[in-house]
């Protein structure tokens, strides 16, 4: 029943792999689109971007008629009351003081003080109803923030593409280091094959007399060597794929095979263009953005020493009574008014002349920033063009080598096949035949990234 049951799980398991891995057979440019779709930082900043577009609506909503209400309802168990004073008594001698009039001990010459009483001019049943209407014609802030909403845009925009160009150059670089490695195991696998075809050639020559052992010897340690080296790269490239699942956001159970082929053709098209902009960089138009957006902020700053203006207006309705507010009896009260508010800064410390300054000053660090990247810019171009030339020379010179060691190889061989050389010479033509080669994928492999590189210096990584 346990074998049952550990046999359902392994299925169940098995079953669950293989729906969830997808396959992926990806040209350059298809492994940079689904870089786009899927890694979380291009993701993050597109979040960016709506968050941005969603503050430049509530910027908006800040100039837009602003309606509030409000209700409320009371029932006093005790009504308040005041002291109020009773002026009958204060009233009547103050006239007869006036008049002369004279009591019974003579004419009146004092005033009673008025006594206080205690008095409520409130009822137990107290609703209040109304809605506020409020119009802002005029705020410094929230009309530069306005002139902002498509500089914000641009900004965060700006970002996402900065952040697509540091995806786009790793995916770059990594699919073309594995197209390289695979094209170097496929020339391992070929060396494999003639070493062992001349151990098996040598071994039959020894059992024959025609050869001595350390003949065999030899062989048989180069194709170990070779046997160990194509074992660690065949590592190397799954562990690269496993790099490249990463930079493309997948998962690294999927499988990616690479459609696209790397010649050297293809490495020397569309090389040393000129026509450059530096607002082919986005870091440049990042920094422009950056530099917009702190101007508006000098402005706004400035601005305010103008009034703020707003329109209001309000309608009320109050509900007195002694009894429920459904009673008959209950007196209802209206009252609205409509306003203009002016609110004006008089004197805040020179606390806005001290801001204005601030952002001025960071509008400058932004531009020294901007030159300094212009610079560095430059000096990366120069770099990045330079290292690309020597590296084409390199790559031409490399593979003129490996044509020169493989006709060496196959004229050694030849001659071996013929009974005019020995296996030791085919052995020797076959080394020089691998470091030839091995000097070509690295020349391969540094003009590749060395293009990648340059086009990326350009802004014109496609």
């Known amino acids: 029943m346990k074998k049952v049951i550990s046999i359902t799980l392994v299925l169940m398991l098995a079953m669950h792999f293989s729906y969830a891995q997808q396959r992926h057979e990806l040209t350059v440019r298809e492994a940079v689109d689904l870089a786009f779709k899927n890694v979380i930082e291009i993701k ?4 960016d971007y709506k968050m941005q577009e969603a503050i430049n609506n509530e910027i908006v909503g800040r100039a837009l008629p602003q309606i509030s209400g409000n209700i409320g309802a009371n029932h006093y168990l005790k009504l308040p009351d005041i002291l109020f004073p009773d002026a009958t008594d204060f009233r009547i001698y103050s006239i007869l003081k006036d008049e002369g009039v004279s009591g019974s001990t003579g004419p009146i010459t004092s005033v009673p003080t008025p006594q206080l009483r205690q008095v409520s001019f409130q009822q137990p049943w107290n609703l209040t109803t109304g809605a506020t209407l409020t119009q802002l014609l005029f705020q410094p802030d929230v009309f530069v923030g306005l002139q902002a909403r498509k500089a914000a845009l641009d900004l965060s925009a700006s970002m996402i593409e900065q952040t697509k160009e540091r995806v786009k150059d790793s995916a770059y670089k990594r699919y073309y280091a594995i197209l390289i490695a695979e094209k170097q195991l496929h020339f391992m696998n070929e060396s494999v094959v003639r070493l062992e075809r001349l151990y ?17 010897d ?7 060597n070779l046997t160990t080296s194509r074992s660690v790269l065949q590592n190397s490239i799954t562990l690269a794929y496993a790099g490249l699942k990463f930079a493309l956001g997948l998962p690294q159970q999927d499988i990616v095979v690479l459609k696209e082929d ?18 082919n960089r986005p870091e440049i138009r990042t920094l422009t953005y950056s530099k917009e957006l702190q101007e508006l902020d000098v402005k706004r700053y400035k601005l305010g020493a103008l009034p703020t203006v707003a329109f209001t207006g309000n309608y009320t309705i109050n509900g007195l009574g002694q009894k429920f507010f459904t009673n008959s009896n209950t007196v209802w009260i209206n009252s609205s008014f409509v306003g203009l508010n002016i609110g004006i800064p008089i004197f805040d410390g020179n606390q806005r002349r001290q801001k204005v ?36 020379l390199n790559l031409d010179a490399q593979e003129r080598n490996s044509e020169l060691a493989e006709r060496v190889y196959n004229t050694t061989k030849r001659k071996f096949e013929e009974g005019l050389g020995s296996s030791f010479e085919v052995l020797q033509a076959e080394n020089d035949y691998q470091t030839a080669q091995a000097n ?8 590749t990234i060395a293009k990648v590189s340059y086009q990326y210096s350009l802004g014109r990584l496609q």
């Open 200 to 216: 098996r050639d040598n071994t039959i020559m020894f059992e024959n007399g025609f050869a001595e052992r350390l003949d065999i």
């Open 218 to 224: 030899r062989v048989q340690v180069q194709l170990n």
């Open 44 to 47: 993050n900043a597109e979040i």
């Open 262 to 279: 790397l010649t050297t053709e293809a490495i020397k098209e569309d090389i040393l263009e000129d026509g450059f902009v530096y607002e």
């Open 357 to 392: 300054q601030q952002a001025r000053y960071t509008v400058q660090k932004i531009e020294n920033t901007i030159d300094n990247v212009k610079q560095a810019i430059d000096l990366e171009q120069v770099v990045t063009r330079e290292s690309f030339r020597n590296a084409l």
């Open 440 to 447: 070509y994928f690295t020349a391969l492999y540094n003009a």
